[in-house]
């Protein structure tokens, strides 16, 4: 039997039977489709004509020809004497008809020969023959006398057996060749190939599954889910169980969204009494009721939308818009997928719960065991598995006879009818509804019922399938369990005598009820909700069981027993247990007992005492010890009394009589004396307590509350973050919150939420939540800024408890420098915890001071030890969780809003309104514009499809305003006649120019092309006439009737984050292989004008190698968390946007399948995915290329039922060229579903209606009603384009003509008394209640979606791309945004020009900026020449920025360099300080900077002050005079810059650790006063110094204008940091996380190669890792013969450097590398003897070697894949430096031992 939870598979007959009940006509034998299409057969393992298809598109014949005979020789054997590689689909069509199949998985294609196969079997099928022809004829040892009937089933059933044993053999047969030919085929192709193209076995079993494809790992992941959890999969119309019931309301729980919905409900309820009784003794309604009904309104839609799901296997975008009518809550429809993540959060939780009430049950088991009892426990476990084995066999039977009656049931209604011969065309009534007698409420009943019997015998069939694997299961249990007690019975016969006492002993240090009660604890167990809670009581018993083993173990060493059973499982690696378990074995439990309550009495005293109204009451009972009077003894919930001695005396007494032991001992030379508590023969008792008491689950929950509700969060600058943060530092503001509570970063609890919803209304509710969702939202992104601060090493974040006083500040120490020693867990308040446990733990009738004080060392390091750092930890993992979870819905949202971007509407459209006129399909052309001379301008023409039809480059350097590139643009332009010309945002400031310049090349191209027929003044008719023929020779594809039409276009700049991502991606190798990146991004820019979100889908179809879709998305500048959020659950929320927007926006069939661009649209309609959609793909390829109507898409098994039914509704079959000769219908290009106009012909109905045209009408005429229907459209077309003009008119006659045209939409805009198209008149809800009256169910909604259809059939719902303007073309233009460019901050620039109002200014990244006279110093200015020349480099501070004109105000005056940072205005986009940010602490700290500041100000103008020889200078002698002497300190405010010595910068960077590592910091160089050092941290201990020359410098004290590294030239330190270190970052990166990587010593490679060459002589093995010798150089380690040998590699910014080339990857070393080991002329060389020493790891020296082995972690280790290069191919990398020879000389520029300094 097969479970409902898994993947269904059909093969040809079941899918025949389908399509012929529902869409009344089979396939012919010579459907193409039908015989290869659908690639499913019976067999699992059949190969389609797909993946034929597929294999030999990708590989070629010769993949064929290997895989189908493995060979030349196997070709010759295995293949038909006639098979054709052309074609494939006749030889397999032929070989079908065969007697045999074909068999084999996926990729690995084993397919065997008829002739293996029918070898294999023969011999059994000749042997059988006789005995089915025995069977046949009743030649068989039967009795006479049995009826004809039985002998008919008996021959039925061996004839099945002998079926399916032929099969089972087969299948073996075909395993055995499949897996031979696998091993075949991953040595012969490589894994990425296949990962790509969909060819590995998974990709064959998504595509053999009927069911959604995000749906494979869901059910797949329900298949590992235990026999005990399995749960019944119901039909819609059951009755919901108690289980389902449960789910529900704690899903319910879980997400705040139902809440809003109920407290909204329970407003509109007494708003709508009020109005009902005008205001006046309004009766007020029973809220209870109002909120009984809306939370069973929730429940009941989470169980159908949780049973649509796993029954009938609906996506939630399916059920979202298809079954509104049953899934009523709208909240639960926004929910969906939440909602299936709760479902499986739950169960896991359910899971967790299942197995510990096993574990209870285990306990219980063990303490029911009597003492020396022959057996013991074994013998009572296998006695309860054979009953339970017995009742789980009756069950099943019971099923299996249910399962009959309902198959009787279900054969009898399935029976043709006795007259009137067979009804065909039955079948195809219940889907086109083409029925002509049968009366319609009797048809509908039968199908009611029949459609009743298959849910239940779907219900049945899992059921049986569950309690078959539970028989089995209890079976073989029973049997292990059986043995089991045997054997302890015979080892119990023979034990020692010793062995009762032994137990005896045992039994009293367990101390058994002092710790856990089975009653109880099962009780307590059930009604967890929280799966934190359910770890709780597993750790808990897992401590409990810890210690009793270790009291059994000793008592079987002192009895010389061995302990255990042989079968015993490890102990567990809980180290931080050791010294428990040895308390606890010698019996120290028992000890502190005496004088404490046990743990498990203390947690329900606590909880009760916290939480019941009347507190905690001493008679209570626990469960199961319920007697008479149901009074409990008091005695039992008090702390025993130790009656007379103080605890010294106490423990003397017990280590007299040898029950308590000393477990600590004086060590020689260590002063015991000093430390009393040593001494304490209890501290080990204590010990005991406390750990057993902070594992009680019921403490660490009551205690747990109250930590949530008193902890702070303080953030606190590191040494690193005092120096760099400022009031413009992205951190200001975070690193100074001091004691913020920890709640206000998660949402408010159930008690305070209803407080405060209280009494409101709705739009306050509504109010209410937007308030309490932002502030969640700003908390949750505050605490992800915190997270990103804390990982660069800025700030440290500490959650704690408030101190127990300020008093622990020192007077000059302030509270942000404290050490950690005095911000510790014992300074913290635990008053409120000791307060809550002295209550419940301490005696009531009280005790003396003594012992009460050994009780309060217990409870607090139980608190201080165990409790808070745990606490502290879940507090952070769930700050982060719930931090994650906003963040990860904050990019969602935002890719959501890429997604809704609509198609680029040209400005010649934008007066008419979208819904009358639809943008369309239109020819734009893309361009890239370069700011890098070196780099062209390129002009991409799309067409219509977004295919390039032409395209035109600009060489870099040439203006498109220059004369001879003005006519080429001209002529480009006249021969596309684009719609629009979109430039991309990439080129920055210099893609504004180049707009502005098509701009007027444009107004010429349109004015010559429209005024063409024109003849000019000037020019007589010959001339005329020679133009005209030059005109048609130039545009021959100029039609005529184009002549009266004139050429419109326009200039825009569009953002090209996506197309920059497609030119230097891997999609764009493979579309245009040999073409420049600016071209594929002027492309891709134009595609992204034409539709945005097929670009986004575009984008996501690339895979990574490990067979991950979506990817290459993360490189998107989607949110600027991104980088801290996790990949899947980003990727998962990626897709989930983009499959709503597609379904609500829906996929053109034939575009989708014909170009790759828009493909990738198909992988997000429901039911597919991106294997299926290839498979789609390539089967309408097949089939010809088009797809005519709807219904042929299930009738030529383009798609299985379930997948048909979850993704027909969102393709659309449009008219097109291919299809002239087929009548398409026009609600195939619409949102209704074909249940409501092919299998339900509601849709014809209320057209025919509307129409007024009789039910006659509505009959079988297909033509009649597709007419029908287009008559209806039409006329619900025209009303709208009535009511827009009307309301258009309106608006103007009363507010002049100001009406927005976006801003009308039909939906929203015009109310429902206003419509008058003929659908309107119709009553559709009294249609729907005769409908649903009827017995068809519930089809409203549906009825609804016709009517909208018919007025805006598939009207697309996003809203026209809108050029980006003011502070987004800002940012977009510049990089730069509001907080990276503020007023107050200071800058850097040239001066390019002085005017008479002030000065020009480029900044850095190209910004333009402006210094006004009056800003230009503190006294008046008359020109701006006395200040500054052209050339000059400033520094400056902003004034203002002016993001609409594209410039900065900038300002030298000292008056505004004086202001203090925090006196500029805070920049809008960044969020307000904190209400717990220490603004005090900030301003003594800008204080603090400021003097220092000054004093540096102060030394660099004494510096700039001395006179130096500058450039060009010459000496006496006339030769060029060398700068050199001290080193000149640089005037240089760069964050990266520092002037200090090498080993300063050197101890800054490793003091920094992980945070620094690919960071540089830049020095003056000891080397010469015109050169600077970079210090570059490749890895933690490893830093690279890089020697750079400077020169054309203002000043010595000023950086040089040229910073030079091996003849590459950079501008500005920024410059230098991009270019440079930045792709040689990137490089290391690649590095890191290249599959031959190893982080070990060389030496330890080396060794792993020797031991891999011992294992295998034959192999030539290699590794890659770093260099010990150089830093930040590769080595590439291998081995050929016995020594190990190496070759070193360089890393540049261009690639990866061996011998005298550069690679771009370390892929393509790689490959030359294989190809020739030896090296590009280099002779190879063994390893130095003795090779690293130990010593080598552990040091530290200044040119960065390793310090030590055991800390190489690099902040890329976390990353699963490399970004690409931010420069890409635009920037060409300076030259890098060789590699060093293989004879270990070392690198250029680079000594062995030591560094410039």
Known sequence: QQSSSQPERYDEDGLDDFIEDDTGYGLEDDDDYGRSGGGLRGDKGAISEAQINEAEEIFGTDYLDFMDGGGEEEDEEGLDEDYDPNNVGGMMRKRRKSKFKEAGVGVALGVDSDEEIADDSTDEEDSEDDNDAADLFGDDDMEDDMGYKQRAEVLKLKREKKRLSREERRRQKRERVDAKRKAQLRRAFEPVQLVENFCTERDDAIRMADSPERYYDWLEAKKSVSAATARKVLAISDDIDMEEEEEAMWIMSKIPAFSSEVATAVSNATAAAAASAGGENAMVPDTDD?????????????????????????????????????????????????????????????????????????????????????????????????????????????????????????????????KGGDDDDDDDDDLFGDDDEDDEAAKAAKEEKKQTLKNHLNTLNTLLSTQAEEVARLDTTFHEAEAAANAAAAASSQGNGNSESISEESMAKMCRDKLWHYGDFSQYASSMTEHRHIMDMKGYLNLIKEGNEAIKDKAAHIGGVSSSSKDKKKRSRRFDWDYYRTCVSEGLRGVCYKFVLPPFRVGIKLEETLTAAGGFSYDRVLPGDEDEDDIGDPRQWIAPVVEGPGPKEFADELIGKGELVMLSNPREGTDWDKTPEMNDPLRACRYVAAMELAQEPRIRRQLRAIYRSEAVITTRPTSKGMGAIDAFHEYYGLHLIRDKPLKEHFPPDDAELERRRAHLNADELKELDTELKKREANSCIQYLNLLKAERSGDITVQVHLPFVSTNIEDASTPWYKLPADKRGRDRQDVARFMEALERVYFPANGDTDEWNEERRKILRMALVNYLLPQFEAEARRDLKDASTRIGVEASAQNLNTMAMTGPYRPSHLLGESRFIVPTGELPIVGVCSSNDAKDGTFLAAVNEKGELSDHLAIPGGTSVTSDKMRERVITFLMQTRPAAIVVGSGGGVSSRATARKLGEV???????????????????????????????????????????????????????????????????????????????????????????????????????????????????????????????????????????????????????????????????????????????????????????????????????????????????????????????HPLDDSRCHPDVYQRNKWAVKIAVDALELGDSAAGDNDEYAISAIRDVMQNSQTEVERLYNETKKEWENVYGPTFVVDSWEP????????????????????????????????????????????????????????????????????????????????????????????????????????????????????????????????????????????????????????????????????PPLDDHFDRAAALTIDEEKDKERESRLDALRLTIGSSNLGDGETGADGQPVRRSGKVTRRACAHPAFRNAKHDEVDRELNEAGDAMVGEALIRPSNKSCDSLAIHWMVRPGCIKVIEVLEQDKDTDASIGNKLIIKKEVYGSIDELLGRYIAPMNDRVEEVLHHRKFLDKLEDEIDTKLETMKRAQPQGVFYFICWSESYPGYVSLRFIMSKTPRHHTIGVSPEGFVWGPKTYSSMDRLMNDFKKNPAGPGAKLQSNRPGGSSSSMSSRTTGTGVRTDDSNRQSRWGARSNAPPSRWGNSIPPPMPPPGPPPNFAPPPGQPPTFAPR
């Open 1002 to 1224: 444009l107004t010429q191209a349109t004015e010559r092309w429209n005024n063409r027929l024109i003849q000019g003044q000037d020019e007589d008719d010959e001339d005329f006439e020679e133009r005209m023929a030059a005109f048609s020779q130039m545009h021959p594809n100029h039609k005529d009737e184009d002549e009266d039409i004139d050429w419109k276009c326009n200039v825009d700049i569009v953002d090209d984050n996506v197309a920059q991502l497609f030119g230097r991606s891997v999609r764009g190798k493979k579309e245009f292989p040999d073409t420049a990146v600016n071209l594929k991004v002027a492309i891709a820019t134009a595609r992204w004008a034409k539709d945005p979100l097929s670009e986004l889908a575009y984008t996501w179809s690339a895979a990574s190698d490990a067979g991950v879709f979506g990817t290459e998305m993360l490189f998107l500048n989607v949110h600027p968390l991104q980088r801290l959020l996790p990949k899947p659950l980003l990727l998962r929320e990626y897709e989930r946007v983009l499959c709503n927007v597609v379904a609500n926006v829906g996929v053109d069939l034939y575009g989708a399948c014909k170009f790759d661009h828009i493909h990738g649209l198909l992988s997000f309609v429901p039911g597919l995915g991106p294997r299926k959609a290839n498979n789609l793909k390539q089967s309408v390829a097949r089939i010809g290329g088009a797809v005519s109507s709807r219904r042929s898409i299930l009738a030529k098994r383009l798609l299985g039922p379930i997948v048909y039914n979850n993704s027909v509704a969102f393709l659309r079959v449009r008219a097109i060229d291919e299809l002239q000769d087929h009548q398409i």
């Open 1307 to 1470: 939906r929203t805009s015009v109310p429902t008394e206003r419509w008058r198209d003929k659908v309107e008149e119709l009553d559709l809800e009294t249609f729907a209640e005769m409908i649903q009256q009827s017995g068809l169910g519930k089809w409203l909604s549906h009825l609804n979606m016709v009517k909208w259809e018919y007025r805006l059939p598939f009207q697309d719902p996003r809203k026209p791309m809108v050029p980006p303007t003011g502070e987004t073309l800002f940012r977009l233009l510049t990089g730069e945004t509001d907080a990276t460019l503020c007023p107050g901050k200071e800058v850097t620039g040239k001066v390019m020009k002085n005017g008479d109002f002030g000065s020009q200014v480029k900044l850095e990244g190209d910004v333009p900026g402006f210094i006004p006279l009056r800003n230009l110093a503190d006294d008046h200015v008359e020109s701006a020449e006395d200040i500054v020349q052209v050339g000059t480099v400033v520094t400056a501070l902003i004034t203002q920025v002016k993001m609409e004109h594209m410039c900065v105000d900038l300002s030298l005056k000292k008056e505004d360099f004086k202001k203090k940072s925090s006196e500029w205005e805070r920049p809008q986009s960044l």
């Open 290 to 418: 109002v909120m009984e009904k809306a939370d069973r309104t929730i429940i009941e839609s989470i169980v159908y939308a949780l049973r649509y799901m796993r029954g009938e296997k609906l996506e939630p975008e399916f059920i979202k818009r298809y079954r509104m009518d049953i899934v009523t809550s709208p909240a639960v429809r926004d929910n969906l997928y939440r909602i299936m993540d709760e479902d499986s959060e739950w169960e896991r939780m359910t899971e967790a719960r299942t197995k510990i009430e096993g574990v209870l049950q285990s306990f219980r088991e063990e303490e029911e065991e009597p003492a020396g009892s022959k057996g013991g426990p074994e013998v009572e476990r296998a006695a309860r598995l054979k009953e339970q084995f017995k009742v789980a066999e009756e069950k099943l039977n019971d099923t299996v006879e249910q399962e009959r009656k309902v198959q009787e049931q279900l054969d009898e209604l399935e029976k043709p009818k006795e």
